[in-house]
Structure formats: C-alpha cells, structure tokens
C-alpha cells in the first residue's frame, strides 16, 4: 500500500476520512482488482475527489484497463429527512474544478463525472456492471438510492463499503452521527443479512462492506 499517499490524503481531508478507511479502502478494492472480479469501479458522494483519488492510484497500480466512475450534486447535500441528523441542506459543498485540480495534482488520468442528483444520474450513469462501490452520501434518501442503483449491478464477489454505517453492537466505538445510512442499509438487506459485515478499527471507524454471493441460492 501507498502508506505516505493514505497519509497526506487522511490529513488534507480529515472532515471525510482518515487512515482506517483509506487503509480498508484499499484491502476490499486490491483484494477484488487482484481475483479479478470484473466491472467498473464508482464512487457515490466523491465530493472533491481526495478519496477518488486514493481509488484512482489503486486502480492505476493493479488494473489500469478499469473505468473509474463518480457521482456528485456539486451543490452539497440534499434535504435530510426525518431519520437524518448532524448534516443539513448544502453541507459538504465540493465543485467539478476542485475534483478535476486534485486528479491532476496527482498525475491520474480524469475520472468519468457525474454531476447532478443521484436519482437522476443513476438511472443512465451507473455502469452496467460494478466490482467495487464506495458509498458516501450520507443520508437515508441518497443511500437508498444508491444501493437501488448498484446492488443490482454488482458482480459476483463484488463489494460495496458504506460510510458512515454505525452498529454499536458490533463496534462499540463507531460514530454514530449519521444514523439514517444504517437504517437505509437494514431496510434494503434487512437486518443481519448475511451480505453485510461491519468493519472495526482502533479509531471510530464506521463502515459496512456488503459482498455480492458468488453464487445465487
Ligand atoms: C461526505 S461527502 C463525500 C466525501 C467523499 N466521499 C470523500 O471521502 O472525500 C458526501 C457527498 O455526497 C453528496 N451527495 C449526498 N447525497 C447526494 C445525492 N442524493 N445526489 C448527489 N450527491 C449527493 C454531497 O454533495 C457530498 O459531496
């Protein structure tokens, strides 16, 4: 692993990441790029692209051939709704130019953007078939929405990370200031589904990975 890239990424972007992720990142990215679990890799909620960028170095090291796709508003987030908390309307506000100076800071080859609201760029944007999903869009209408879109699409062995889901149970020490993304998750998969792990750390990592069967049945 890029240990002093993860680190100048963690440290730049330290409102949306840190190590722990970056670190998981790229275990369930490598890991699928390596057993050559086919499809495009896609980013929901890039934001200014200093995560895309950690995702676009991985695929530039292990599978150059694999399209890196992204989706944003650029207009921040949405309005939450009743299950959201901590963020509201705006927040998080990124532009196209940022993302597009942080590709080229770090010499990688321009993404394919996406820019709107989900539900209108999922419909004709999501690639037909997907290994890897890194979902960051924070609020229960924005990850139903995406998981909606992928789930589907995934591979066989592909993988999906969601930030920001916390189950105390299983990681005492996850933030739990988004509690609408583990309630769109549950309603989704239904609670304990087999596809859905949840990752721990040292720190305060809160992040699903939920992995397609390799077989139906
Ligand atoms: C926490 S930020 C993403 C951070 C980024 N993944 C990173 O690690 O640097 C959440 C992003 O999701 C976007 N977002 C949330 N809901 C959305 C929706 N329904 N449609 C489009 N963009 C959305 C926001 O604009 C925001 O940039």
């Not at 944003?72 to 299950?83: A, H, I, N, T």
Request: glycine share 8%.
């Amino acid at each position: 692993m890029r240990v002093r890239m993860a680190i100048r990424l963690a440290t730049q972007n330290a409102a949306m990441t840190d190590f722990e992720r970056l670190n998981a990142i790229y275990w369930a990215l490598s890991t699928n790029l390596i057993h050559k679990v086919p499809g495009a890799i896609v980013e929901l909620g890039c934001n200014a692209g200093l995560t895309s960028v950690w995702l676009a170095r991985i695929i530039q090291d292990l599978a150059p051939e694999r399209e890196l796709h992204l989706f944003d508003s650029f207009e921040g987030l949405p309005q939450p709704g009743v299950l959201d908390s901590y963020l509201k309307e705006g927040d998080c506000l990124a532009s196209i130019d940022q993302l597009k100076m942080n590709f080229d800071a770090w010499e990688l080859p321009q993404p394919e953007v996406h820019q709107g609201w989900f539900e209108q760029t999922l419909p004709d944007g999501c690639p037909p078939e997907i290994c890897f999903a890194y979902l960051d869009g924070d609020f229960y209408d924005s990850i139903t929405t995406s998981l909606t879109h992928v789930y589907p699409k995934l591979a066989p062995g592909g993988v999906i990370l969601v930030d920001d889901y916390c189950d105390l149970d299983a990681n005492p020490r996850a933030w739990d200031g988004l509690p609408g993304v583990k309630k769109a998750c549950d309603d989704y998969f239904g609670e304990n589904a087999p596809q859905l792990e949840v990752l721990g750390g040292v720190g305060d990592l809160s992040l699903a990975l939920i992995r397609k069967p390799l077989a139906d049945g």
